[in-house]
T-cell receptor
Framework: NAGVTQTPKFRVLKTGQSMTLLCAQD?????MYWYRQDPGMGLRLIHY???????AKGEVPDGYNVSRLKKQNFLLGLESAAPSQTSVYFC??????????FGPGTRLTVL | DQQVKQNSPSLSVQEGRISILNCDYT??????FLWYKKYPAEGPTFLIS?????DKNEDGRFTVFLNKSAKHLSLHIVPSQPGDSAVYFC?????????????FGEGTQLTVNP
């Protein structure tokens, strides 16, 4: 089992560009999450999904969109990247009431 | 409003001694608490958890203590090993929380010196 995988691992964008981060899990988990980690701020929830075709806002959703068209995939989109979105992004998955499993992260720099 | 706080950004201990990492929370609706460990360039990995119906949970060298009245939990690692050097995140969730959402603390960098 690969667990939770994220692509790409690194990306540099210019302000205003768009991109999509892909998260895939092979554990048949119902729930999936996108977090960002910034120095001194821990992990903050951007969006999450409790099932295929459903998404919900987390703590810091502005500037991001998500889609969960397939149970195993959770996409995070940035329509117009801003320097404030420079961060490390982590995807996670879990079953209801169970601990979350995290991917290795995507380091994004917006110039 | 930081609902989960880890007031110590860093902690340094000698190999073989005890490491104690602390976490405070403000939301009385939290009823499940977890500790995650994170190495550089990797995602966090689950370490140990505790439900609010308990005040202690032990797993090998790791023990988590929960003091509900003080809204405080701590992670004890004994004996500490150099491989324990990592960032430790405290996290919390509530029964009413949709999607088993977690609220994380800022993290504490633990360094275990040989």
């Amino acid at each position: 089992n690969a667990g939770v995988t994220q692509t790409p691992k690194f990306r540099v964008l210019k302000t205003g560009q768009s991109m999509t981060l892909l998260c895939a899990q092979d554990m048949n988990h119902e729930y999936m999450y996108w977090y960002r980690q910034d120095p001194g701020m821990g992990l903050r929830l951007i969006h999450y999904s409790v099932g295929e075709g459903t998404t919900a806002k987390g703590e810091v959703p502005d500037g991001y969109n998500v889609s969960r068209l397939k149970k195993q995939n959770f996409l995070l989109g940035l329509e117009s990247a801003a320097p404030s979105q420079t961060s490390v992004y982590f995807c996670a998955s879990s079953d209801p009431g169970q601990c979350q499993f995290f991917g290795p992260g995507t380091r994004l720099t917006v110039l | 409003d930081q609902q989960v706080k880890q007031n110590s950004p860093s902690l340094s201990v000698q190999e073989g001694r005890i490491s104690i990492l602390n976490c405070d929370y403000t939301n009385s609706m939290f009823d499940y608490f977890l500790w995650y460990k994170k190495y550089p360039a990797e995602g966090p990995t689950f370490l140990i958890s505790i439900s609010s119906i308990k005040d202690k949970n032990e797993d090998g060298r790791f023990t988590v203590f929960l003091n509900k009245s003080a809204k405080h939990l701590s992670l004890h690692i004994v004996p500490s090993q150099p491989g324990d050097s990592a960032v430790y995140f405290c996290a919390a969730s509530g029964a009413e929380t949709s999607g088993s959402r977690l609220t994380f603390g800022e993290g504490t960098q633990l360094t275990v010196n040989p």
